[in-house]
């Protein structure tokens, strides 16, 4: 640590600011033996104040805040309170016979930690909410010349016991015989990774390997995007990527098993709320990875595959393994530009329009991070139930069924339908996926008018996705053959009474 260095002034002002209300607090507040606080104190506030800008300054407190980490900047917080309290508690019992009471130096110190750690909290939330970037290494774009698999020799018998070994010393025996059974570990073209960095992979030399496994979990990985990027860039064309990570429902189960009932549930939501919802917020996301370093943190399996896709990849496989669930992918292209997500609870989504235009609808969030690259995969696997949403959806959250069921998610359309871009009754606005799936016939159709919050799928209550677009097909017909208006007239008198006296629910 450097000794000597430019004090910030606004620190050292912040600092006489908490200093003072300290004392105000303690001296007006607090019951006392003294009729004239400030002038037995005033002469011991000053030494008081003297030692702690002293202090201070030694161990690097005025350097510019938003140079410094949160942990260190607490950390020499405590220091310096410690220490502070510990000479103004001497000096007083070794040089005044105790005159100045203990209970008053240890309030006041108390309250002046108290003060600046929860003035800490905020400016770093604050500071990391307006300059966070969780995957900080950015795509560039890449010249794939000759990207196919480059010869390498075979390990010898030792180097592949011994690698051998140390899969079962990290993973266990079943992950072992699993690799073994679906990947040539002998091969010089397959990588097994035992970090939790990227690093590792980027000193690797392109091309080389055509399987890298990595065996580290996820959950104890700050930077997850770039790793796989970095392994989309050392991967020949239709070369193969391995992970594993804890979802989040095994995780519930570990830890409802482990713990008594009441109790287990009471450690669910702690773990839950620390390690899934406070990295979430853009207040708090950035401490919790600063003082945790990404370790341990819950991630569900529509998030770790949604990355997958993001970063260039399709699914190839997924094995459950103990209490860790192992994916292959395979690269089939660049990952996505690079650009500041945010997963909070209100979301845009790209719509289909009139005239084929797209505009962001708007919605409460009801799935997982990262469920928006997941739209296809979930397709091609499990189709559509009735009503025509994807049959066992693992994107939607269990609180987003719930707001699904009742429209609560679809309420800030309103906004959409005061901004023009929708009207009170009309079709599903559509993404593009979900838009191709329809008719060539009824594609036309539909973007001849604008969408809908209220669409005539709950006047008709349609099953199958025929007959939801017979039944789209149906209102949009009405429309071109009596108008927009008297047709949604007629349509919003069935689709109120479906919803209040046949009780009819969102898909």
Not at 231 to 259: Q, W
Not at 378 to 392: A, H, M, P, T, V
């Amino acid at each position: 640590m450097k000794l000597f260095y430019r004090p910030s002034l606004l620190s050292i002002i912040i600092d006489l600011m908490i200093l003072i209300l300290s004392a105000v607090i303690v001296l007006e507040w607090f019951p006392l033996t003294t009729q004239t606080p400030y002038e037995k104190y005033d002469g011991a506030g000053l030494v008081y104040t003297f030692a702690w800008m002293l202090l201070s300054y030694l161990f690097g407190r005025y350097k510019p805040l938003h140079l410094q980490k949160y942990l260190k900047a607490s950390f020499r917080l405590v220091y310096v309170t410690t220490l502070v309290f510990l000479l103004a508690w001497g000096i007083s019992y070794y040089f005044y016979n105790g005159t100045y009471s203990i209970y008053v130096i240890f309030t006041f110190t108390t309250i002046a930690f108290g003060v600046y750690f929860a003035f800490y909290m905020l400016y770093f939330a604050l500071l990391y909410a307006v300059d966070y970037d969780d995957e900080k290494a950015k795509v560039e774009p890449e010249i794939r010349e000759n990207a196919q698999l480059r010869p390498a020799t075979a390990l010898d018998e030792d180097s592949y016991r011994e690698l051998c070994e140390a899969i079962v010393q990290h993973s266990g025996v079943k992950v072992m015989e699993a690799l073994n059974s679906r990947f040539d570990l002998r091969s010089g073209n397959t990588l097994v990774n035992f970090s939790s960095g990227h690093l590792d992979i980027k000193a690797k030399q392109n091309y080389k390997y055509s399987t890298i496994i990595q065996l580290e979990r996820l959950n104890n990985m700050r930077g997850i995007n770039t790793l796989f990027c970095t392994v989309n860039a050392k991967l020949p064309d239709n070369g193969l990527m391995v992970c594993c990570f804890e979802s989040k429902s095994t995780r519930k189960k570990r830890i409802l098993a482990k713990y008594p009932p009441v109790v287990n549930y009471l450690f669910y939501t702690i773990d839950f709320v620390f390690k899934r919802f406070i990295p979430k917020i853009f207040l708090t996301r950035r401490l919790y990875y600063d003082i945790t370093k990404g370790k341990n943190r819950i991630l569900s399996k529509t998030e770790v595959l949604g990355r997958l896709y993001y970063c260039g990849y399709e699914i190839v496989n997924e094995k459950k393994i103990g209490k860790l669930t192992y994916v292959t992918a395979r690269r089939i292209k660049q990952p996505e530009p690079k650009t500041k997500k945010s997963y909070g609870p209100l979301i845009k989504l790209r719509r289909m329009g009139k005239n084929r235009e797209i505009f962001e609808v708007y919605k409460m969030r009801t799935m997982h991070p990262y469920s928006e690259y997941l739209q296809a995969y979930i397709y091609e696997r499990n189709s559509l139930q009735e009503g025509g949403k994807f049959n066992k959806d693992i994107r939607v959250t269990t609180l987003g069924r719930f707001m699904r069921k009742y429209w609560l998610d679809e309420l800030p359309m309103i906004f959409n339908l005061l901004m023009g871009d929708m009207k009170l009754v009309g079709v599903r606005p559509l993404s593009a996926h979900y838009f191709s799936l329809y008719s060539e016939e009824l594609q036309n159709l539909r973007v001849k008018f604008k969408p809908g919050l209220l669409p005539p799928f709950y006047a008709d209550m349609p099953k199958t996705m025929d007959e939801i677009q017979a039944s789209e097909m149906k209102y949009l017909r009405s429309c071109e053959k009596h108008g927009s208006f008297t047709t949604d007239v007629k349509y919003l008198i069935l689709i109120l009474r479906n919803i209040f006296f046949k009780k009819a629910r969102s898909a």
